[in-house]
Nanobody, 120 residues
Framework: QVQLVESGGGLVQAGGSLRLSCAAS????????MGWYRQAPGKQRELVAT???????NYADSVKGRFTISRDNAKNTVHLQMRSLKPEDTAVYYCKGTIMVLATLTYDYWGQGTQVTVSS
């Protein structure tokens, strides 16, 4: 069993900052890519940022220059530093990990989500 647990969401005013964290635990052989996705009410879940095991990153255009994704491979954690937050960033943020549970077996796992609300 593998679990991803997010933390760090909350309510912040526009222009403020938040830092999300996600910790993976359980029967992990290796973690490949990790990422953050978000889903606003009435909208589809969308990619926010991803990071490979080697540290290569990818961002949605809407967050480039404001959000920074990072990971600690030794602690199986991924973080999302969010700055200059806008009301349109309001959503439930989900952590995703592409995790090898065996050398030949890989699954995608999701966290339970953490609410981020940005007030205007």
């Amino acid at each position: 069993q593998v679990q991803l647990v997010e933390s760090g969401g909350g309510l912040v005013q526009a222009g403020g900052s938040l830092r999300l964290s996600c910790a993976a635990s359980g029967s992990i052989f290796k973690i490949n890519a990790m990422g953050w996705y978000r889903q606003a009410p009435g909208k589809q879940r969308e990619l926010v940022a991803t990071i490979t095991s080697g540290g290569n990153t990818n961002y949605a255009d809407s967050v480039k220059g404001r959000f920074t994704i990072s990971r600690d491979n030794a602690k199986n954690t991924v973080h999302l530093q969010m700055r200059s937050l806008k009301p349109e960033d309001t959503a439930v943020y989900y952590c995703k990990g592409t995790i090898m549970v065996l050398a030949t077996l890989t699954y995608d796992y999701w966290g339970q989500g953490t609410q981020v609300t940005v007030s205007s």
